[in-house]
């Protein structure tokens, strides 16, 4: 074999094995982040919940599945140089569509 045939075997091999290792290492991040990321869900997923803004569908092993959020507002408004007030609260009820809704903005 001549030597850049032997020298292109070497690098190729080099690069492999550089490129498993940041592969690898990668890899593992990726996983790590991802098992954070779906606890800190869960987490905010059991506030919502328990603050009441949220009712959480889950699985047979207790996995949120889905999400269901209810809650009722309401707002005062004044002139725009006076700024806007407004709260937010868990409903108590099921949701209810508003039939007109130009009629309770002023």
């Known amino acids: 074999m001549s030597e850049s045939a032997i020298a ?4 190729v091999v080099a690069t492999l094995i550089v490129g498993w290792g940041f592969f690898f290492v ?8 991802a098992a954070r990321l779906r ?12 603050a009441g803004f949220a009712e959480v569908k889950r699985d047979g092993e207790g996995e ?4 269901v959020l209810s809650a009722v507002g309401n707002l005062k408004s004044q002139p725009a140089t006076m700024g806007m007030q407004g709260t937010v609260k868990p409903s ?3 949701p209810s569509a ?9």
């Open 8 to 11: 292109t075997i070497i690098s």
């Open 26 to 33: 990668a890899s593992k991040e990726l996983r790590n982040e």
């Open 39 to 50: 606890h800190l869900n869960k987490l905010i997923l059991h506030a919502l919940e328990h």
């Open 64 to 67: 949120p599945i889905g999400i």
């Open 92 to 94: 108590t009820g099921t």
């Open 98 to 106: 508003v039939s007109d809704r130009n009629a309770q903005i002023q």
